[in-house]
C-alpha cells in the first residue's frame, strides 16, 4: 500500500499549514508565503483566476477547496 503524499509549501516546506496550488507553476503555497512577496501574491491571483476560469468552462465553480476552484457537481446537491 502507498502512503498517501503530504503536501508542503513550497516557500517555506510547512506541512502544517493550509496550502493552495496558486505558487509558481501550479506549486503549493501558504497564505503567509503567498502575501510576504508582492510578487508571489500577485503570480498566485493570476494562478487563481486561470484556475477558475477553467473550472467554470461549463457553468458553475466550487471555491474553497485546497485543490483549488473546481467545476460543480450537481450530484453534490441533496436534494
Known sequence: ?????????SIC???TKELRPYGQQGADICF???VAD???EAEAK???ITL???ATI????VIGS??????????????
Open 1 to 9: 500500500m502507498t502512503a498517501p503524499l503530504t503536501r508542503a509549501c
Open 13 to 15: 516546506c510547512s506541512t
Open 32 to 34: 503567509d508565503c503567498m
Open 38 to 40: 508582492p510578487v508571489r
Open 46 to 48: 493570476k494562478n487563481f
Open 52 to 54: 477558475l476560469e477553467a
Open 58 to 61: 461549463h457553468g458553475v465553480a
Open 66 to 79: 485546497e485543490d483549488g476552484p473546481r467545476p460543480f457537481d450537481h450530484s453534490e446537491v441533496q436534494p
